[in-house]
Nanobody, 124 residues
Framework: QLQLVESGGGLVQSGGSLRLSCTASEFTLDSYAIGWFRQAPGKEREGGSCLSSSGSATYYTDSVKGRFTTSRDSAKNTVYLQMNSLNPEDTAVYYC?????????????????WGQGTQVTVSA
């Protein structure tokens, strides 16, 4: 199936910030809700955020609320995840995914297109 591409991962110190990008070359992200997910070593994949197709509504899970912000740049067909106040517990592979416009929470089964993931490592 069509895939999204994440970028912007890397190594950052605790308390630092990082911005991830999500793009797609074969379809328009504006047509979908965009979710961000992550999977830490030895843990299950968890949802982090969801941005509505219109960009007017956002949802954040408790683990990232107040620290992470997702936004959309329609002209660049790009969705961002701004991550602030990072902790070592945030270390994970981060994925973006596209779901139907009505999707409001990051439930994996409701998202059709996925990226390959980008590694985020937060040092103590």
């Amino acid at each position: 199936q069509l895939q999204l591409v994440e970028s912007g991962g890397g190594l950052v110190q605790s308390g630092g910030s990082l911005r991830l990008s999500c793009t797609a070359s074969e379809f328009t992200l504006d047509s979908y809700a965009i979710g961000w997910f992550r999977q830490a070593p030895g843990k299950e994949r968890e949802g982090g955020s969801c941005l509505s197709s219109s960009g007017s509504a956002t949802y954040y899970t408790d683990s990232v609320k107040g620290r992470f912000t997702t936004s959309r740049d329609s002209a660049k067909n790009t969705v961002y995840l701004q991550m602030n106040s990072l902790n070592p517990e945030d270390t994970a592979v981060y994925y973006c995914a596209a779901g139907i416009p009505g999707t409001v929470v990051p439930v994996p089964e409701w998202f059709k297109y996925w990226g390959q993931g980008t590694q985020v490592t937060v040092s103590a």
